[in-house]
Structures are given as structure tokens and as C-alpha cells.
């Protein structure tokens, strides 16, 4: 699969917001995705954004994506203890059934 | 509910021996797919199905084994061949074609004796 790459961890205290960045190479990437892993689960779908859109609000995450740069960013407002989980960034192309994942980064939320 | 299961939750697998992971979905959808987690790596995937009775390999097929006789029903068994087996199993699906749409399961963590 294409590479996407995203730094493993993140420290946000209550209440800041958390920012979680991620990078991809596959220029002809159409879905991008956010997921949610809490221990020992399965990965929950947070949101996604298709690669003709540059932003995506949905309550408190706000999706960021700038295709030139091949860069997606999720921004968590008003962070709470149950954000506290590994995410996953992904990608797919409109010709692949495949999904591509990032290794995760790992969200602490400290009081 | 409608949901994907997987069964069991906890698998220890001994030396030579083969080992199948459970897959069930009533959710009416045609794809269904396997990964692969190990920590600090993203999801790999090892087999795919679009539709019954056929299946495709992913990334990392080597070692293991699918087969998909009813829509529901995704098994993959661990073969003896796979020397590294012990990870975090996530199976998952999706009405075709629609990949923002895909439910994972629960996952089962393998581990050998």
C-alpha cells in the first residue's frame, strides 16, 4: 500500500485542543479518514473528507486537508479524558478497495 | 442489533498448529476484509472479499487462509506457516464500494504458546 505516516504520540492537557497531523504519498488518494481505537476495540469511524475538500467540521473535530502538500490534520476542541484512544489516519483511491493506515498516535489526556 | 462479531476475543496458538478466527456480520454487506495490528504500526491487510465465494490476497497474505461460502461469514485460519502469528486481529466490511462506510469488528489478539 502507499505510505501514511503520522507521529506516535500526543500529550494534551483537558480542555486545550489536540492536534493529530498525518502525511500520505498517493497523489490519486480520493477518501481520507480519521479513526478512533480505545483498548482492546475495534476502530470506530470519527469522519472522513474526500480529497476535493480542504476543511470538514463536525461538532468538535475539524478535519484539515491540504492536497498539495499531502497533509491531513484532525483538531479535537475542548479535549476530554474519553478522547484518550490510539488514531488512525487512512486513505484510499477511488480504484482501490484498500484502505492504507498510519501506525496510529497514541492520545493521553492529562487532568 | 446489527454488527460485526468476532469470536473469541483471546486465541493461544501452540507450535504447528492451525488456527481459524471467527468473522459474522448481519449487516447485509458485501465486503469483507481482515488486518492486521501490531503495536506501533498501522493496520496491514491480509485477505479481502467483494462478494461470495471469491476473495483476494492483500499485503500480507502469506501464512494465511480465507474463505467466504456465505455472505455473513469471513473465517481466516492462521496456518502453521505463519511464523510470526501474534497480533491483534480487526475483521471488517462494507457495502461495496463504499469504504467510508466500514464497520470494524472487536477484534481477537493471538497469541502463541
Redesign the interface.
Known sequence: ?ED?EQS?FLSVREGDSSVINCTYTDSSST?L?W?KQEP??????LT?IFSNMDMKQDQRLTVLLNKKDKHLSLRIADTQTGDSAIY?C?E?SSND????????TTVTVRA | DGG?T?SPKYLFRKEGQNVTLSCEQNLNHD?MYW?RQDP??????IY?S?IVNDFQK??IAEGYSVSREKKESFPLTVTSAQKNPTAFY?C?STVG?R?????????T?LSVL
Request: glycine share 22%; hydrophobic share 35%.
Open positions: 500500500g501514511v506516535l477518501y479518514y479513526y482492546g476495540a475495534g476502530l470506530q469511524l472522513y488512525f487512512a484510499s478497495y484498500k484502505l492504507s493506515f498510519g501506525a496510529g | 460485526i468476532q465486503a488486518y506501533g504500526q498501522g493496520l496491514r491487510l479481502y467483494q492483500g499485503d480487526l471488517a464500494g469504504r467510508e462506510k466500514l464497520f470494524f469488528g472487536s477484534g489478539q
